[in-house]
């Protein structure tokens, strides 16, 4: 079997690559940046150098590939994202599916019922359509909030002990390592045995508040951390003076506003996996910060 990975190079497309190809299947990547995947081509990888909004591009990656894994990335550079995404993903449904490509696998979001005031969420309820329209055999999976993104604060907790958002303070959303993500979609992308169009939703072990996710952190580093909820202005300022172009800041903005207006929420039954916050912040924000 042949696996189409559109993200070879990123917190989840690794981990999916590897698990791909450790089971012994085959596997297509495309990459603009083909030093981050060596060591995938070392290992029998297919890598298609280039972007995924060029169409010689997919016509080149979709060749003898049996399922597609497609992951809608943040490309902070687009100056109109959303529209950029939803033709990204029309375009790609439209080539696998006349390459007779049957199986796809798209890696959505919470909130993903929605196609406007959810940020760059609003892309996705698009592509879900256009996957189910050209897949006959399509999974969507709609995993909650990456506990990854704590990772941008290392910074501050580090000299403040503090976490700064524009997150709701008390507001409990599902949680989620990008790692577990990976390994759930590694076992679905394999699975040849399920049919027809499914949602999924990844939510983690449990929900939890920004409040909760700062005592829980604290707990895991041996040092009493903070929230600090923020407005929306100084978010944006904060991501912008960061180096996030500022159309971007806004629109990532727009998703912690819908998320505290309920809008970014999970729909589906609960999707439990493993990695608990406390496990997360042992093995990644504990060494991060002690360094």
Known sequence: MRILVNTPAGNIGRVLVDRILSSGHDVTMISRNPAKVQDFVARGARLVEGSIDEVSVLREAVKDVDVLYWLPPLVFDQPDFLS??????????????????????????????????????????????????????????????FMENFLFSLASIRAEG?????????????????????????????????????????????????????????????????????????????????????????????????IRSGMVRRVEPRMATPTTLEQFARSLVQPAVAA
């Open 84 to 145: 950029w995404s939803r033709e990204c993903g029309s375009r790609i449904a439209d080539i696998a599916g006349e390459a007779g490509i049957r199986r796809a696998v798209l890696l959505s979001s919470v909130g993903a019922q929605h196609d406007h005031g959810v940020g760059p969420i609003a892309c996705l309820p698009a592509i879900e359509r256009s996957f189910r329209d050209a897949f006959p055999d399509m999974t969507s999976l709609r995993p909650g909030h």
């Open 162 to 258: 503090a976490i700064y958002s524009s997150h709701a303070a008390d507001q409990r959303i599902p949680m989620i390592a990008t790692r577990d993500i990976a390994d759930f979609s590694a076992v679905v992308t394999m699975d040849l045995v399920w049919k027809g169009h499914h949602t999924l939703g990844l939510h983690g072990p449990a929900d939890l508040s920004y409040n909760e996710a700062a005592t829980i952190i604290g707990g895991a580093i041996g040092k009493p951390v903070r929230y600090i909820q923020i407005d929306d202005e100084s978010m944006i300022a904060a991501m912008a003076a960061s180096g996030m172009p500022e159309p971007m800041a806004r629109l990532v903005c727009g998703l912690y506003s819908g």
